[in-house]
């Protein structure tokens, strides 16, 4: 029987184990959306997992969505994200970048020269977003236009091409959680009736071609995407979520990707599984569950169900959780107060088990 603590092969990228690191939002960017010394520090502590997965990383200036959030955009954070993938990998880690346009989730006041959050659709969310002024209503967003909507596929390939230059084994496309590739597969936010939207299968055409078109710049093997079907966060309203993702998952099936990642954000288990069975390659789940993922869930590698899993506030408290997994505990609790922005408190001082 397969368990979480055996290797796998990655589409030629050899781990160590079938646990992931989630990406998780930490908000502790530098100087012009640049990692610094305390987020190699953060990521090289958690490379005992198979595979590490970056926290969001915006693609453009107006790809970002929350203050203090790293980019892979300019020349000066390609040359930051090298000293995170040099110190992962001399760890013997595989890290892969998360790259995440915000789309709507944002706000003017995060962004320079006038520039304002954009969408498949002018379709305001509902609720606010955290700023360095404080928290604010979210706007109504800019429709991209044809020809935006190409540039923005652009920037996701120059990301990407960028990612692999600094160093990283991959990327991971963030299709979920309510953001802009999110936001065009769901029907209450792409209300279009071009060829982007106006159906299960055209609303899934932006996805789409922006995973072929990293997956053509960067190599399929290096190319993934995140999705969570039916995931209400961030004013997201799916009903019936089964058809456009079944569409999706069929069209990006021939690419061979290094894999797909589900998070379950609703109790829909017959979804993944459906999903599992027309997607051939590698799948990682983030489970769904009450609280965070637990130290019980990986039964799903057991099960068959998926070929790794992710975690995210567990392994965000414990920096070397594939040890602590397989000794059964203890575990470190998360603190939520220091889960977004500040120092190194509640980001790189949680104690290994050999340091308690």
Request: charged share 20%; proline share 10%; net charge negative.
């Given at each position: 029987m397969t368990t979480v603590f055996d290797p796998i092969?990655?589409?030629?990228?050899?781990?160590?184990?079938?646990?992931?690191?989630?990406p998780m939002t930490r908000s502790r960017a530098g100087e012009g959306g640049t990692a610094t010394e305390l987020t190699a520090t953060y990521y090289a502590q958690r490379a005992s997992a198979g595979l590490v997965i970056t926290e969001g990383i915006q693609p453009s200036v107006?790809?970002?969505?929350?203050?203090?959030?790293?980019?892979?955009h300019s020349a000066e954070q390609v040359a930051s994200w090298r000293t995170v993938t040099d110190a992962v990998h001399a760890r013997g880690g595989r890290i892969f970048a998360q790259i995440m346009h915000a789309g709507r989730i944002g706000h003017p006041v995060l962004l320079p020269d006038g520039l304002t959050p954009v969408s498949a659709s002018?379709?305001?969310?509902?609720?606010?977003?955290?700023?360095h002024?404080?928290?604010?209503?979210?706007?109504?967003?800019?429709?991209?236009?044809?020809?935006?909507?190409?540039?923005?596929?652009?920037?996701?390939?120059?990301?990407?091409?960028?990612a692999v230059e600094a160093g990283f084994d991959g990327v991971e496309l963030h299709g979920a959680n309510g953001y802009l590739i999110h936001q065009f597969l769901a029907p209450n936010t792409n209300l279009r009736t071009d060829a982007w939207g106006g159906s299960d299968e055209a609303r899934t055409r932006f996805a789409v071609e922006v995973v072929e078109a990293v997956a053509a710049e960067i190599g399929p093997e290096r190319t993934a995407l995140r999705i969570s079907p039916g995931n209400p966060y961030n004013d997201i309203d799916e009903p019936a979520p089964e058809a456009t993702y079944t569409a999706l998952v069929r069209a990006i099936e021939p690419l061979g990707l290094a894999y797909l990642h589900i998070l379950e954000a609703t109790p829909i288990r017959e979804l993944t599984l459906a999903l599992r069975k027309a997607f051939s390659g590698t799948l990682v789940i983030n489970v769904h569950s009450e609280g965070p993922?637990?130290?019980?869930?990986?039964?799903?590698?057991?099960?068959?169900?998926a070929d790794l899993i992710s975690y995210?506030?567990?392994?965000?408290?414990?920096?070397?959780?594939?040890?602590?997994?397989?000794?059964?505990?203890?575990?470190?609790?998360?603190?939520?107060?220091?889960?977004?922005?500040?120092?190194?408190?509640?980001?790189?001082d949680y104690p290994a088990l050999d340091a308690v």
């Open positions: 092969d990655l589409s030629g990228t050899p781990l160590a184990n079938r646990i992931a690191l989630a107006v790809g970002q969505g929350y203050p203090s959030t790293p980019g892979l002018p379709v305001k969310a509902e609720g606010q977003v955290y700023t002024v404080g928290p604010k209503d979210f706007v109504e967003p800019h429709e991209l236009t044809d020809a935006e909507v190409r540039a923005t596929v652009a920037d996701f390939v120059t990301a990407s091409r960028n993922t637990g130290p019980g869930d990986h039964t799903v590698i057991d099960d068959g169900i995210g506030a567990l392994f965000l408290a414990n920096p070397d959780l594939p040890a602590r997994l397989k000794a059964g505990g203890p575990f470190n609790t998360p603190d939520p107060s220091t889960f977004f922005g500040g120092d190194a408190k509640g980001y790189t």
